[in-house]
């Protein structure tokens, strides 16, 4: 099973960057799938963005135009620049790998807050 960290969540203005790492450890993730999920307080996980082995990416409506999904196989990362942050996208982000068997993070909380 692919073990998943993330990081590079914090505190940032509305209209702020910040970007999401999630980083493999004790296996290769380069040949799945890989997700960004997050989860809003009170609210169901929904997905956010995938990525496919070859690259092919899709977002939900909400983030199009302001996030982008990236991976670099060599290195097993999985990344998610996130811009033009609004508060709405307040929330606890979460890696994932489409293996056979799954795998999360432990999520990393990003507040978009004045």
């Known amino acids: 099973q692919v073990q998943l960290v993330e990081s590079g969540g914090g505190l940032v203005q509305p209209g702020g960057s910040l970007r999401l790492s999630c980083a493999a450890s004790?296996?290769?993730?380069?040949?799945?799938?890989m997700g960004w999920y997050r989860q809003a307080p009170g609210k169901q996980r929904e997905l956010v963005a995938t990525?496919?082995?070859?690259?092919?990416?899709n977002y939900i409506d909400s983030v199009k135009g302001r996030f982008t999904i990236s991976r670099d196989n060599a290195k097993n990362m999985v990344y998610l620049q996130m811009n033009s942050l609004k508060p709405e996208d307040t929330a606890v982000y979460y890696c994932?790998?489409?293996?056979?068997?799954?795998?999360w993070g432990q999520g990393t909380q990003v507040t978009v807050s004045l």
């Open positions: 990525i496919t082995r070859g690259g092919s990416i």
């Open positions: 994932y790998v489409y293996s056979s068997v799954g795998s």
């Open positions: 004790g296996s290769i993730f380069s040949i799945y799938t």
